[in-house]
């Protein structure tokens, strides 16, 4: 797969995460984290792999300025921002993607609320 279409496919990911079918959805969660998955929420939580396929709750989120860096052949660094429309918060996003068998499953995430 070249640059633009992992690009693509990573961003078709996240997009998927942001949706309620996906986030409780305990075996599509499987598939895209990997088990030793970790997140430092916007909240300020901590989220392990185990916490997030108990669910990770309703959302109404939009995605944006989506961009990715290779860190290796099989290492992404992804970069985004979304807006919450129920709490109308913008936050800063960040995911490393690692490639597993041939399948990109995340394996860190962060998010930081933007200020006003």
């Known amino acids: 797969m070249n640059e633009a279409a992992l690009k693509a496919h990573l961003q078709s990911l996240e997009e998927a995460l942001i949706t ?3 986030r409780n959805n305990p075996a599509r969660i499987k598939e895209l ?3 030793s998955f970790f997140e430092f929420g ?12 108990d669910g990770l709750g309703k959302a109404d989120m939009e995605l ?3 961009a990715m860096r290779l860190l290796t052949a099989e290492v992404a660094h992804v ?3 979304t807006y919450n ?3 109308q918060q913008q936050a800063l996003r ?7 068998n041939e399948e990109w499953k995340m394996v860190f995430h962060q ?3 933007t200020c006003d």
């Open 20 to 22: 309620n079918e996906v």
């Open 33 to 35: 984290l990997a088990e």
């Open 42 to 53: 916007s909240s300020g939580r901590v989220f392990s792999y185990e916490d997030c396929v």
């Open 64 to 66: 944006s300025h989506f």
């Open 79 to 81: 970069t985004f921002q």
């Open 85 to 87: 429309k129920k709490t």
């Open 94 to 100: 960040s995911s490393i993607w690692q490639k597993f």
């Open 111 to 113: 998010g930081t609320k």
